[in-house]
């Protein structure tokens, strides 16, 4: 049973550019979220998605970022225009149900350069 | 204030010391998680604790609700175990949003 799979590890986008995150959950899993580590920071959350549809987004950024999970295949973190200070670590986990009855289980992040 | 403290920010051990990392929250919570971020950037959940005490291996995690705190402790600590690890809780109201501690930086030495 392959774990939450995370790709690209890293990625090097210049200013004003898109950057695709793809996050593939952990089989039999239905709930993603995607966190955030700015360097030397700790993590916050971002979005938290089930099959098909955006439960919370309270801690997405009003512009420029989008999330989604569709019926068929990963989800995916959007980033468009990217500037400086969207170089982070992105980091997907999913779970097999809510948070207060068990595990999360995390990818090993992408990390976002931007020139 | 942060919601999440967590103390001491970074913690030299030598091999084989007992190790204790100690979380303090101000919100109510309906579950807490112990994550270990490896030096490479890679996170594993260590616990979910909601309420008393769970064991795995040398690491051992409790919680106090009344008192909003809680400590993860490594027995016989190994250099292997030198990490970040994070303490992180879902509040009350929400079944999604956990909110992040900045971590405790643990080198263990020979």
């Known amino acids: 049973n392959a774990g939450v799979m995370q790709n690209p590890r890293h990625l090097v986008r210049r200013r004003g550019q898109e950057a695709r995150l793809r996050c593939s959950p952990m089989k039999g899993h239905s709930h993603v979220y995607w966190y955030r580590q700015l360097p030397e920071e700790g993590l916050k959350f971002m979005v938290y998605?089930?099959?098909?549809?955006?439960?919370?987004e309270s801690g997405m950024p009003k512009e420029r970022f989008s999330a989604e999970f569709p019926k068929e295949g990963p989800s995916i973190l959007r980033i468009q225009q990217v500037v400086r200070g969207d170089s982070a670590a992105y980091f997907c986990?999913?779970?097999?149900?809510?948070?207060?009855?068990?595990?999360?289980?995390f990818g090993e992040g992408s990390r976002l350069t931007v020139l | 204030k942060n919601e999440v403290e967590q103390s001491p920010q970074n913690l030299t051990a030598q091999e084989g010391e007992f190790i204790t990392i100690n979380c303090s929250y101000s919100v109510g919570i309906s579950a807490l998680h112990w994550l270990q971020q490896h030096p490479g950037g890679g996170i594993v959940s260590l616990f979910m604790l909601s309420s008393g005490k769970k064991k795995h291996g040398r690491l051992i995690a409790t919680i106090n609700i009344q008192e909003k705190h809680s400590s993860l402790h490594i027995t016989a600590s190994h250099p292997r175990d030198s990490a970040v690890y994070i303490c992180?809780?879902?509040?009350?109201?929400?079944?999604?949003?956990?909110?992040f501690g900045t971590g405790t930086r643990l080198q263990v030495t020979l």
């Open positions: 986990a999913s779970s097999p149900g809510i948070l207060n009855t068990g595990e999360l289980f």
């Open positions: 992180a809780v879902l509040n009350t109201g929400t079944a999604s949003k956990l909110t």
């Open positions: 998605l089930q099959k098909e549809n955006i439960i919370d």
